[in-house]
């Protein structure tokens, strides 16, 4: 691990000034500087491509940066493989569906207690984790392929959980969701922060993640072109124009002769 003495820091994790790529393709990542307050959700938005699920993977070790900087609480955690970011404190909820269906509920979520060697912890983060999603105690001995997708979600939050993550990043934890299910999962992300974890959300839905998040950052071209509290951002019509699907028809036509690349 490439963990050194900690400087002082105010956020739980940092990534800054992140260039990365994938293999000898064009960087993806090129500057990004983004940081994560304890006790706070912050959400990537921005168009298709734009680099926010290789955020994620920077953040998780599963894509090692070409230069700059990851710290977690202060530590240098730069060049830690997955296993090592694990262990620092960031759980990687990944896009898509990713529990084991023929497994239990219990099974699945066990799966993510197994770097935890203590049966005590591992048993007072069971009770945590049922606390927090009363689906998964109430499901506790089902199949998980026989639970809905909101609720096969919140088995993943529950796995992502179980190692007492500092920050848990969560890629598009709404995808494929109905707009109920979609709510209870935000509904979640926020209990999860009220219960002491930090959130980074990449959300495709970004108005709706805006509307969860206390922070937003707007990604476009693989650097951070705006960052706020989200409130600023929902309210800031230029950006709801731009990547919030707030355009007005009436104002389509003018906007090509517009300065966009400061809003
Ligand atoms: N495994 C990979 N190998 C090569 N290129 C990749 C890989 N994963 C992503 N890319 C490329 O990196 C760029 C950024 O992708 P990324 O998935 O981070 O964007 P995104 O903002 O999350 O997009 P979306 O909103 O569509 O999910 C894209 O051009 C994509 O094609």
């Known amino acids: 691990m490439a963990s050194d003495s900690a400087a002082p820091s105010e956020y739980l994790l940092e990534l800054?000034?992140?260039e990365a790529?994938?293999?000898?393709a064009a960087l993806v990542l090129r500057?990004?500087?983004v940081k994560v307050p304890p006790a706070t959700v912050v959400c990537l938005v921005g168009p298709n491509g734009a680099g926010k699920s290789t955020v994620l993977k920077v953040a998780?070790?599963?894509?090692?940066?070409?230069?700059?900087?990851?710290?977690v609480a202060g530590h240098d955690v730069t060049r830690n493989n997955p296993q090592q970011m694990l262990a620092a404190g960031l759980s990687h909820v990944l896009q898509g569906h990713s529990v084991f269906k023929e497994m239990t509920v219990s099974e699945n979520v066990m799966l993510g207690a197994y770097s935890v060697k203590d049966k005590a912890e591992v048993a007072g983060r069971v009770d945590f984790v049922k606390t927090l999603f009363p689906v998964v105690a109430d499901r506790w001995s089902a199949l998980a392929g026989a639970l809905s997708g909101g609720q096969q979600k919140q088995v993943e939050f529950a796995r992502?959980?179980?190692v007492s993550p500092r920050v848990v990043l969560?890629?598009?934890p709404s995808m494929g969701l109905d707009p109920k299910a979609t709510a209870t999962v935000f509904e979640q992300v926020v209990r999860m922060r009220d219960a002491g974890t930090a959130v980074l959300?990449?959300?495709?839905?970004?108005?709706?993640?805006?509307?969860t998040a206390d922070l937003g950052c707007v990604l476009d071209l693989g650097r951070v072109h705006i960052s706020g509290p989200a409130q600023d951002l929902l309210a800031d019509p230029q950006l709801a124009e731009l990547y919030l699907g707030g355009r007005p028809a009436a104002t389509t036509a003018s906007r090509s002769s517009k300065d966009t690349t400061h809003v």
Do not use: C, F, K
Not at 201 to 211: F, S, W
């Open 16 to 18: 800054d000034d992140i």
């Open 21 to 24: 790529g994938y293999g000898r």
């Open 31 to 33: 500057g990004l500087t």
């Open 60 to 71: 998780s070790g599963m894509l090692t940066p070409r230069s700059g900087t990851i710290r």
């Open 160 to 162: 992502s959980l179980m």
């Open 170 to 172: 969560l890629d598009e």
């Open 201 to 211: 959300l990449v959300e495709q839905n970004a108005r709706r993640a805006l509307e």
